[in-house]
């Protein structure tokens, strides 16, 4: 059992003191703060309540924090703390949704994110007072201020259409510093039925990006028909799986000009000999960075699959394909990618799957994430089966590992594991791209103090279990600051929501994210 408290003057006022921790390698990362942001049994802000259970929590460059809880009467609610003092409610079930005088809200979507600026959430309001199926789905998002601001509403207008409006539902694609981007279809005045369109809020303005119907660059005789994952970088251009009609399926950028094609079914793959049977559709298997450079997954005509990356001159490579030798393994090959993440500094995260009983995989052998410092070649990170770093000998991760990427090069690591003496549990560790290294942060059995004389000991944890690279749209728990949105549980049942500080080597890009963090902290002032 290890003791966590306040070994470092660096960690803010308010963080908590901690104690020595086991001996550890000299370059190991550690944790150097604990910040108890909220917590079970106490007061909900805003309301005549207590905080029950916590969902996920996710912060942004700033190290503000984002949480969903539940509380005592069983509504369920959404809480912005800025980083000191009393985090503040941003809505809550059952009280009167923002901007709406009497008409409660009745459910928060768990699909919400922080910007710059603040929370961005979906929401629906309760059917009373002439609201109807067609007219109770909402869009939040933040003004410069942090007040909430209504992006859209099913059945209000849809700028750009001639007096059609938002249909329902509204589908949240991802909010980055720029805006929020989100499908819909829409609504015509005549009652037909409407268009599929990919929208754009830029913080005062929403903006129509593509309609169904609409010209496909670079694909003569095809039209956009649906479109699907998507993300946007923090200068508002996206990269989005669109279906075009009849019936082709295509990558393409919108948000900089005139739609860009990346990838279509039938056109030559680069780097492979072979041609796109598909891109694949999922927003977790689609990365992009501010530089506007694009990783991608994608199904080939002979039968592979491929991860596709930039290559640091404005194109790009094939980072992985299935039947490639896995590095770090015992002649184990892949089999079919999974997730990816690209980060500012074009380091990438990939989440692969391995051909069982080829070189050394087994079924419990059979999954991995390997990743690349920059440009670089690609290497093993952690495998479901290998050691995990900071436990005894024999110990071995558990399968479904979920990660992270920031900026700077830095990884973290969410999973299972199993532990002689220690048997099973969650942990948490970083590993930084550059140098290679892993460090265990957090176990199941830690003992956190979560108040002055008041410590817990650890029985779950959940940080992360996203997938992006902190420039694509996605929610995040984990900025180039080194700070980690977490939410944990303790033995007596207790739990609650925490920020834990791992300060980042200035390795790679970091000096990066540090300018920016100094230029976000001017711009609030």
Not at 455 to 482: E, M
Request: charged content about 15%.
């Amino acid at each position: 059992m290890r003791s966590l408290g306040f070994w470092t003057p660096i960690a803010a006022a308010g963080a908590l003191a901690l104690g020595e921790l086991a001996a550890r390698p000299a370059d190991a990362v550690e944790i150097t703060a604990i910040e108890t942001v909220a917590l079970r049994f106490a007061p909900a802000p805003g309301t005549s309540e207590t905080y029950q259970l916590f969902n996920s929590a996710l912060l942004n460059d700033a190290g503000e924090l984002l949480f969903w809880a539940d509380i005592s009467n069983g509504a369920r609610g959404l809480w912005w703390w800025t980083g000191s003092g009393e985090e503040s409610l941003v809505a809550v079930t059952g009280a009167p949704a923002p901007g709406f005088a009497t008409v409660p809200l009745d459910t928060i979507s768990g699909n919400f994110w922080l910007t710059a600026n603040g929370p961005v959430f979906f929401g629906l309001l309760d059917r009373v007072e002439g609201v109807t199926a067609l007219t109770d789905d909402l869009l939040y998002g933040s003004n410069a201020s942090g007040e909430p601001v209504l992006i859209a509403r099913s059945g209000n207008l849809a700028p750009g259409l001639g007096g059609a409006t938002f249909g329902s539902p509204l589908g949240g694609q991802g909010s980055s510093d720029f805006g929020t981007l989100f499908y819909n279809r829409s609504e015509p005045a005549s009652g037909a039925f409407g268009d599929n369109c990919l929208w754009r809020y830029d913080g005062s303005v929403t903006t129509l990006l593509a309609i169904e119907d609409g010209f496909a660059p670079g694909a003569p005789g095809f039209q956009f028909s649906s479109f699907l994952g998507t993300v946007m970088n923090d200068v508002g251009v996206t990269l989005t799986h669109v279906r075009l009609a009849p019936i082709k399926r295509s990558l393409y950028s919108f948000g900089n000009g005139a739609p860009q094609l990346i990838a279509l079914e039938g056109a030559a793959a680069p780097g492979t000999g072979a041609n796109f049977r598909f891109p694949t559709e999922g927003t977790d298997q689609l990365g992009i960075n501010n530089a506007g450079e694009i990783a991608f997954v994608a199904y080939l005509d002979d039968s592979t699959s491929a991860f596709f990356a930039p290559d640091g001159a404005g194109g790009q490579r094939v980072l992985a394909r299935s039947d490639d030798p896995a590095p770090g393994t015992a002649g184990a090959v892949f089999a079919s990618p999974d997730e990816l993440a690209l980060g500012g500094d074009g380091s990438m995260v990939i989440d692969g799957d391995l051909e069982v009983g080829v070189g050394d995989t087994t079924t419990v052998t059979d999954s991995g994430l390997w990743g690349t410092a920059g440009y670089g070649p690609l290497r093993l990170i952690a495998r479901e089966g290998g050691q995990p770093a900071g436990l005894p000998a024999g110990s071995s991760f558990g399968p479904n590992l979920n990660f992270e990427l920031n900026g700077s090069g830095g990884v973290i690591l969410v999973g299972t594991y199993a532990a002689p003496g220690l048997g099973t549990g969650d942990g948490l560790w970083h590993h930084d791209l550059y140098t290679g290294e892993t460090s265990l942060l957090l176990r199941k059995g830690d003992v956190v103090e979560v108040a002055p004389g008041d410590l817990r000991t650890i029985t779950f944890l959940s940080a992360l279990g996203r997938v992006t690279g902190g420039q694509d749209g996605r929610s995040t728990a984990w900025n180039d600051a080194g700070q980690i949105a977490a939410t944990l549980i303790f033995s007596d049942n207790s739990r609650g929501a925490f920020r834990l500080t791992v300060p980042e080597p200035t390795t790679g890009a970091a000096w990066i994210g540090v300018a920016a963090l100094a230029w976000l902290a001017r711009r609030r002032a």
